[in-house]
């Protein structure tokens, strides 16, 4: 029992590792070649967790070969514009002018329910309301609404102001993030003031966040949950 533990602890930690090597992406960002690599390392990690009589350098020689070559590819694919669209082929335009190229559509196998699932998500009930719609490589669909359909900015009002940074979680569930602080352009005195004006501690804290103005928002653990 204890050596399944320590192979599975051990090609889960590798797995993790191939996967940060390929990138930071989530499953529906992944090119086709990225896929297939990220499904055949799930498969072969399974073989020496089922079978304690195959080594495990079995499983992980595959793996580590997997990664090197999809890291080799994706250099490749990089120099040559070719490889990359007969790897990843190429964007497609689905909506121009407000009107549903359907052949587009038959070419990518697009229904009509997905076409429209992916206008709601970006608050478009009206494929007239497009002037473009992109399929992406990664089957994502980007949009640009026509003129008369965009959103009115403050620089279409002439509204002036400043742009200012997000907030930086500065305590999180009573834990001290110094990045945070330190981003912020914070310190601790000035922590410790806030905490010592509310007559608390960072462990009393479930989140404060701060702008590079000092600006903040407290919010207190509450008493029934208690700390960690």
């Not at 050596?3 to 086709?32: A, C, D, H, N, W």
């Not at 020496?48 to 080594?55: A, K, V």
């Not at 909506?95 to 970006?122: C, E, H, Y």
């Amino acid at each position: 029992m204890i050596i399944t533990f320590i192979r599975s602890l051990i090609l889960y930690i590798l797995v993790i590792f191939s996967v940060r090597l390929m990138g930071k992406r989530q499953i529906g960002e992944l090119q086709p070649t990225e896929l297939v690599i990220t499904i055949l390392i799930s498969n072969i990690a399974t073989l020496p967790m089922e079978d304690l009589d195959t080594p495990l350098v079995i499983g992980a020689v595959p793996i580590l070969s997997l990664v090197c070559f999809d890291v080799l590819f994706s250099w490749a694919t990089l120099k040559s514009k070719r490889l990359r669209k007969a790897m990843s082929g190429s964007p497609k335009i689905i909506i121009k002018d407000g009107k549903i190229d359907q052949q587009v559509m038959k070419d990518l196998r697009f229904s009509i329910d997905d076409l429209m699932t992916a206008l709601r998500i970006n608050d478009i009930f009206d494929a007239s309301e497009v002037q473009f719609a992109i399929v992406e490589t990664t089957g994502d669909i980007s949009i640009y609404e026509r003129f008369e359909s965009q959103n009115v900015t403050n620089g279409d009002m002439g509204i002036k102001g400043e742009s200012k940074n997000p907030p930086d979680i500065i305590i999180s569930d009573g834990v001290l993030i110094q990045s945070g602080l330190d981003s912020s352009g914070m310190n601790r005195k000035w922590l410790d003031k806030i905490l010592s004006k509310k007559k608390i501690e960072i462990g009393d804290v479930f989140l404060l966040t701060s702008d590079d103005k000092g600006n903040y928002n407290l919010v207190e653990r509450a008493k029934s949950i208690g700390k960690n």
